[in-house]
Structures are given as structure tokens and as C-alpha cells.
């Protein structure tokens, strides 16, 4: 494997180093920005885990993010949950800008004790920060037997999606999760956004040197733009586009609404039009169902294996090898790059350097 502290910031393509070496960078640098060993190991554990599931974009990259949050004090290390609310079934948390990662794993644990106790478990918070990759979160559930879902917006802020009709960027991309259990098997887990693309998978392209694809953008025209620029210019020349595109955008838009109300909404943080003050009230909507208060948890799981089967067995369309089911492609990539090491973006790897530098930390010593 090639060492990446030796290769050019300039090399276009991707760097390749060994998951250890990255988990460990990570942990120097949040260290140094003074994240406790609790804390640390759990953000460090969910950025690795998006990375090695192919979302880069929600993984490593979120370094020089979260860097960049301590030090302006919109991410707090150390920050408590405090409870706003309880019911034997509900818990509303206010996260006071803690470190997202966090805060999102330890609401998700107290719905699922909820749902353990009672059925169903359900968790609202406010003033929550990025979590990276939703669906590292509703896959341990779900492979304890429960349904999960959870679902975040940013409360109002970075505006970056469409409306339906409209060419201004309104809305948040409003990602959601869902984790779903088998009676055999890895869970189905579906990880959405609600806008064509995310903000991070438009940084990647630009990272790359590539060209958007053809209808992930509109401009202030109403045309669909492939020009990535358009987007990160300020101020914005273009948005996201709906899940769906022009074709189907209302699909995506309506979706976008709903995951608004039930994050911001119900929170208290506010949903998407907000003044920019509110930039960081981000909210999560967590729910946790037990099918065993239901249908039994072993009927549940072995209709889903049922299902997943039949879909499985679907004719092909010519040309495909295989029909999976959303959680598939995910575990296969992460099998590849623990084998094989992770790749990344050299401009992702240089702001890691200099991270790295500015903190003191020496590139050999991880």
C-alpha cells in the first residue's frame, strides 16, 4: 500500500491508505482539539464507518468540518443532553451543539431502550450538530431485532435544495435512514437523501475535477446547470435539485417536507425558510419500533427475508448481474476497503495535513 504522507497533493488520484493509520490520524487530531476518549471514539468509530462503506463524502471529509466547528464554537466537545421532555415512550433532548456523532448515537440508545420497555421508542432533538452518515446509526438496531428510522435537517440553515418549481435553494437535502431487521442475513437499510445529491457529493466531484451530472443542478433560470461552481459561488448561482429531478422532483420535495416537520418541527429547531441566525439548531427524529409488540419479531423478520428473496429472484433487465437490496453495496465496499485500504481525494488528504501541522501532529507519527 503506498504511503500517502509521500504522495503529491497535486496527484489526481485517489490516495490509498490502511483504515488503522486513518482511525488513528483521526483520533490524534480530535485529541488535540480536546474531544474525551468517550466522545472521540464514537466519532472516530462513525466517520470510519462511512468512509469504509463508500461514503466518503460523510466520512473522512467531515474532518476538516468538524475541525473547523470546535474552533468557531459551534461544535462542542463535552457538551451535555439534556432532557427537555420524557415519557415512558418519547425523550425531547436538546444536544447544545455537542459533537453530532455523539449525540445522535445516545439518543438512538434511549429509543431503543424505550422501544425495548414499551413497543416503540421515540426521540426528538434540538441543537444537534452533522452526524455524518445516517445509516451507521440504524444498522446495530436493526440487527437487534428492531425497526429505526431516523431523519435530520439543519433546523433552517444551509439552504441548498429547491423547492418544487422554484430555482432559489430553500431547503436542506433532509436525509433519512431506516433500518430494517431479517430473520437471515445482513438488515435492509435504506440511507436517502431527499435532494438529488448532497452537498458533499457535489465537494467530492469538485475534488475530482468532474463535471455534475445532468440534472442535479438548476440555476436561477430554471435550465439544469453541470456546473459544480454555480453551486459553491456566493452567493449561490444554483441549487439541488428534488429527488427525482425534473422528472419526478416532486416525489423528493414531498418526502423533504415531511422529514422537515418531524425534525424541526417537532424539536423546536424550526424547519427550512429560517433566518440565517439559526444556522445551528440542526434537529434529528428518531423512531424505534419492536415488531415483537406487533407480529412477533420472528414473523416480521422472516416475511422481510421473504420479500427481500422475491426481489432478489426478479427478472433482470439485460446487462445486470444482480439485483440488490439498499444495505447491499455497502457492506460489499466496506469488505473491499478493509482489505484493501480507503481511498481519498488528495485535496481531502492535504487539508488533513495541514490539520495535522497546525495541530502539531507529525505526519510519520500515526
Known amino acids: 500500500m503506498e504511503d500517502a504522507s509521500q504522495m503529491s497533493d497535486m496527484d489526481p488520484c485517489p490516495i490509498r491508505m490502511e483504515p488503522d493509520r486513518l482511525a488513528r490520524i483521526m483520533d490524534l487530531i480530535f485529541a488535540r482539539l480536546g474531544v474525551g476518549d468517550a466522545e472521540r471514539s464514537v466519532i ?49 433532548l436538546d444536544a447544545n ?21 414499551t413497543g416503540v421508542g ?21 440487527k437487534d431485532g428492531y425497526i429505526a428510522l431516523l431523519m435530520t435537517n439543519d433546523a433552517g440553515g444551509n439552504p441548498c435544495v429547491a423547492p418544487w418549481g422554484a430555482t432559489s435553494p430553500l431547503m ?10 431479517r430473520e437471515t442475513g445482513d438488515p435492509v437499510l435504506i440511507d436517502i437523501s431527499t435532494g438529488v445529491t448532497s452537498e458533499g457529493g457535489l465537494k467530492m466531484l ?14 436561477g433560470d430554471g435550465r439544469t446547470t453541470t456546473d459544480g461552481e454555480s453551486y459553491f459561488s456566493t452567493p449561490r448561482r444554483a441549487a439541488i435539485l428534488p429527488l427525482g429531478s425534473l422528472i419526478a422532483g416532486h416525489k423528493g420535495f414531498a418526502l423533504s417536507i415531511l422529514v422537515d416537520v418531524l425534525t424541526g418541527g417537532l424539536s423546536g429547531a424550526g424547519c427550512s425558510g429560517r433566518s440565517p441566525e ?12 419492536d415488531p415483537e409488540v ?5 414473523a416480521f423478520s422472516a416475511e422481510v427475508d421473504r420479500l427481500v428473496a422475491s426481489i432478489k429472484a426478479a427478472r433482470k433487465a439485460p446487462g445486470v448481474e444482480e439485483i440488490r437490496v439498499p444495505g447491499d453495496g455497502a457492506r460489499r465496499e466496506r469488505e473491499r476497503q478493509l482489505a484493501q485500504g480507503i481511498d481519498i481525494d488528495p485535496p481531502v488528504w492535504s ?16
Open 44 to 92: 472516530v468509530e462513525r466517520l470510519m464507518e462511512a468512509s469504509l462503506s463508500g461514503y466518503h463524502s460523510h466520512g473522512v471529509m467531515r474532518i476538516t468540518m468538524y475541525t473547523e466547528g470546535i474552533r468557531a464554537g459551534n461544535m462542542i466537545p463535552g457538551a451535555p443532553l439534556d432532557v427537555l421532555g420524557e415519557t415512558v415512550s418519547t425523550v425531547h
Open 97 to 117: 451543539k455537542g459533537m453530532g456523532p455523539w449525540t445522535a448515537t445516545e439518543a438512538m440508545k434511549r429509543a431503543v431502550g424505550k422501544a425495548g420497555a
Open 122 to 142: 421515540c426521540a426528538s432533538v434540538v441543537n444537534a450538530n452533522d452526524i455524518a452518515r445516517l445509516g451507521g446509526y440504524v444498522e446495530q438496531p436493526a
Open 172 to 181: 436542506s437535502t433532509n436525509p433519512m435512514a431506516v433500518g430494517i431487521p
Open 206 to 219: 469538485r475534488n475530482k475535477g468532474q463535471t455534475v451530472p445532468d440534472g442535479w443542478l438548476i440555476d
Open 278 to 289: 439559526d444556522l445551528d439548531r440542526n434537529a434529528l427524529f428518531i423512531l424505534v419500533i
Open 294 to 298: 406487533f407480529v412477533s419479531r420472528s
Open 351 to 366: 487539508a488533513i495535513q495541514d490539520i495535522m501541522d497546525e495541530l502539531g501532529i507529525g505526519r510519520d507519527s500515526a
